[in-house]
């Protein structure tokens, strides 16, 4: 059995978020999916963060995974601002692509788990020219209701046997989080939550140009997409993040300054 791995991390809003640069991600992921470690990899935005805020439960979930990825800018520049210098985004899509370019090369196959049957087609479609190589353990569409424990286990057997070292798992927030965590040492992989990666790569949906995401205005680009479905999400969750994220920044800056008067009071 191998012993768990502490990565270093920097605490957003009480939550410890992995402080790796972009391709020290994606490398400890390739190596955990080689060996095919029981693993779990959150991509972390403002809306997670707060679900987990307000859900002990969930936030319990979030503290135990193995990586918890900065995907949302305004949690790149938390970390930047609280020390963390040289810290990139590690968002789901990136770390997506990357991830398939490499496993071509590393000998590891991939398995997706949710969305539909329809989107998946596309995604074998297009991952067969992008990514000839790639081997595709299976696609396992999910329905929105719960798996019953006697539906759950063909689906562990299935992923197991296939031999897949990386699962995409596209479930949405925060419910791949708690199939992650439920199927941790179950399922023999690297477990990767990627929310709305499939429908974008699939080309259901557009993902929001380069400018767009660097000022961190990829919320308000899906905002525009989706307004019927994420207004809600938007007007709840950002303003308390914002209020949330300044409180914990005053805090930190004036322990810093604390600490300085004490040291020169000496």
């Known amino acids: 059995m191998v012993g768990k791995v502490f990565l270093p991390t920097q605490r957003v809003l009480d939550f410890p978020i992995t402080a790796l640069r972009f391709e020290d991600q994606i490398q400890t992921i390739l190596k955990w999916g080689m060996s095919r470690q029981s693993k779990t990899v959150c991509v972390a ?38 020390g963390v210098r040289c810290q990139d985004r590690v968002a789901g899509m990136d770390i997506f692509l990357e991830v398939c370019q490499h496993a071509q090369t590393h000998n590891i196959s991939v398995f997706f788990v949710g969305s539909k049957k329809e989107i998946l087609d596309k995604i074998h479609t297009k991952l067969k020219q992008e990514f000839p190589k790639l081997k595709i353990a299976g696609m396992e569409p999910l329905p929105f209701c719960p798996l019953r424990e006697i539906e759950d286990k063909p689906l562990i057997n299935e992923i197991n046997s296939s031999g897949a070292g990386i699962v995409w798992v596209s479930l949405g927030c925060p419910k791949q989080e708690k199939w992650m965590i439920k199927h941790k040492g179950k399922i023999q992989a690297v477990m990767v939550g990627v929310g709305g990666v499939f429908p974008v790569y699939a080309g259901i949906q557009k993902r929001a140009p380069r400018l767009v995401r660097d000022l961190g205005l990829e919320w308000f680009y899906r905002w525009m997409q989706e307004p019927r479905r994420l207004w809600r999400r938007y007007t709840t969750t950002i303003p308390a993040f914002i209020w949330l994220a300044t409180r914990q920044l005053l805090s930190n800056r004036n322990s810093i300054s604390g600490v300085f008067i004490h040291t020169t009071g000496d």
């Not at 503290?63 to 949690?75: A, E, F, K, R, W």
Request: overall charge negative; glycine content about 2%.
């Open 45 to 82: 935005n403002v809306h997670m963060l707060m679900e987990a805020h307000w859900n002990p439960e969930f936030a319990n979930r979030l503290q135990n995974s193995d990586i918890v990825t900065p995907d949302g800018m305004p949690l790149v520049w938390m970390m930047r601002h609280m």
